[in-house]
């Protein structure tokens, strides 16, 4: 494990030292300011977290998770605060009737299980989440903003004390604490939801109430509020393009929250080639990227990880991964580190011998190419994500052309019809409480600083495509990092990971499990 350490330190140092340096001044001076505000300035209430043993991590339970003073790892109470404001302001200037009253209910998710009473590993919904830092489960948060006044109320129902239900689940916030520790104005129980979404929405005519009800978070809740709808008269309207308009630009505190789980992701993919050699297997790879990530401080991986040997790696979501590595084959990693609940996503193809073949390192030489031409891209007038994939078909097509693997006669929309069949997948993503962040914010739309997408270009070329020469046949080969667009140049969170092809083959192979 040492020299491995040492290995991927010196190889890593230089680019970590960049990505966290920049960005962390400015938090911190946020944070530790004693700058007293002149005169007549508004000051901000301030909130503390409550002691005692609650119902998630605290800064005085978990001081080495979380910083003192802060509700969640980075953030502190005042930032879900503000975003719970600025989500009401959004959602009332989208509506000109100032008569009406708004209800916004976002619920948290629901335990689900595997089998009888096994739950699976509980993952929070991430908009509920970013509006609270609430890791409870079937929590609601309700906001309640009266119409023709600038003043509105946060409501979290949550399950309260109960002696017999947390000897088997663990301690709760409940009802007394929950309203300091998450900084809302009341804290109700959840069985009284159903009661108190009737009787609002009633008396609160005209009403807009604001749910999303599209595969909601919690169907438990869903006929709660469809009866309070239909009996209160009020309209729907969906909350959730307004939230991921908010959550697809990161704040300063979130960004240092990427980079950590950037930089974890990062370090299990470089363990990951170290660890392998011909005859290990893609589950054990598995393995070393799990164990790597948890050990780094994450809480899982982001996603079920692809580790693609040889042709497997044509199937793009292939997961199997069962399969023994040979000599010969070049291996497929995507994978990702869920910290905090952001995620990073890196893809980094290598040979399995240590040593790139003549074919496999001409592929994949002209895709890094490709990936940094298409980073260097967003930094100079950062396309929209659409127009990203754009060029990549182009500059894929271009590369393909040059190295004799598609012919020299093509050109125009052919030759960019040729480079999308070799990958048909898109060239980015946004990234950040979700794997597939903000999925309401369309691909088409501008890229703006505070952004992290992913930039992920690749090629697959199944064994028995004999549009290609057959020395290219049989392999899937991808470079994706994850970016952070800045009024300056885009910083690439990912930059600790590996992908010179010559650095390639100094890691690969060189730690043994
Ligand atoms: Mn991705």
């Known amino acids: ?60 339970t978990h001081p080495h998770l979380i910083q003192p003073g802060y509700l969640t790892c980075g953030i502190t109470q005042m930032e879900y605060r503000e975003r719970r404001e ?47 830092g609430c890791l409870e489960p079937s929590a609601i948060l309700v906001i309640v903003k009266p119409a023709q006044t600038d003043n509105f109320k946060s409501i979290m129902f949550v ?35 159903g009661n108190f979404i009737s009787k609002i929405t009633k008396s609160s005519r005209p009403s807009m109430v604001w749910y999303h009800n599209e595969s909601p978070a919690n169907p438990d809740i869903d006929s709660a509020v469809r009866t309070a709808l239909r009996d209160g008269q009020a309209s729907l309207q969906d909350p959730q393009r307004a939230l991921h308009f908010m959550r697809v630009r990161k704040s300063p505190a979130e960004i240092e929250l990427m980079k950590e789980t950037c930089y974890i ?17 893609e589950h054990q790879v598995n393995a070393v990227l799990e164990y790597t990530c948890r050990q780094g401080g994450a809480e899982h991986l982001a996603f079920p990880p692809v580790v693609a040997g040889g042709p497997r790696a044509t199937h793009i979501h292939y997961i199997a991964n069962n399969q023994t590595l040979a000599a010969d084959e070049m291996l497929l990693v995507d994978s990702g580190s869920q910290r905090w609940l952001y995620n990073s996503d890196i893809s980094r193809t290598w040979p399995v011998s240590g040593k ?30 659409d127009q990203l994939f754009d060029s990549m078909c182009r500059l894929l097509g271009t590369h393909l052309q040059q190295e004799g693997i598609i012919p020299k006669h093509v050109d125009g929309n052919e030759l960019i019809g040729k480079a999308y069949r070799l990958c048909p997948h898109h060239v980015s993503h946004y990234l950040g409480l979700d794997v597939h962040d903000s999925p309401l914010v369309r691909r088409n739309s501008p890229v703006t600083a505070g952004m992290i997408v992913t930039v992920e270009p690749g090629i697959y070329i199944r064994p028995d495509d004999e549009t290609v020469p057959a020395e ?15 009024e300056g140049d885009p910083l690439v969170l990912t930059e600790a990971c590996v992908k010179e092809a010559d650095d390639i083959e100094a890691i690969v192979g060189k730690h043994s499990m």
């Open 265 to 281: 992701g990062s370090q299990s993919i470089n363990m990951a080639m170290a660890c392998t050699k011909p005859g290990v297997t």
């Open 159 to 193: 399950h309260d004390k109960d002696s017999h239900a947390e000897l088997w689940e663990g301690p709760r916030t409940g009802c007394a604490s929950a309203a300091h520790l998450f900084a809302v104005d009341e804290a109700r129980p959840v069985e009284s939801f």
């Open 356 to 385: 790139f073949s003549k074919h496999h390192r001409i592929l994949y030489e002209l895709v890094l190419a490709v990936q940094k031409r298409l980073i260097e891209l967003l930094g100079e007038h950062r396309p929209a994500l």
């Open 1 to 60: 494990m040492n020299t491995l350490h040492k290995l991927t330190i010196n190889l890593a140092a230089k680019a970590r030292k960049r990505v966290l340096r920049q960005g962390l001044s400015r938090v911190w001076l946020r944070c530790r300011s004693t700058v007293e505000n002149p005169p007549g300035v508004k000051t901000m209430p301030q909130f503390t977290v409550p002691t005692g043993i609650l119902g998630q991590a605290t800064c005085h």
């Open 472 to 486: 290219f046949r049989g392999v899937g080969i991808r470079v994706e990092d994850d970016v952070l667009i800045t």
């Open 86 to 132: 600025t989500l009401v302001n959004k959602l009332v200037s989208e509506m000109e009737n100032t008569h009406q009253s708004h209800i916004i209910v976002i619920p948290a998710a629901r335990k689900q299980y595997m089998s009888d009473k096994i739950p699976y590993v509980f993952r929070q919904n991430s908009d509920f989440y970013y509006l609270t």
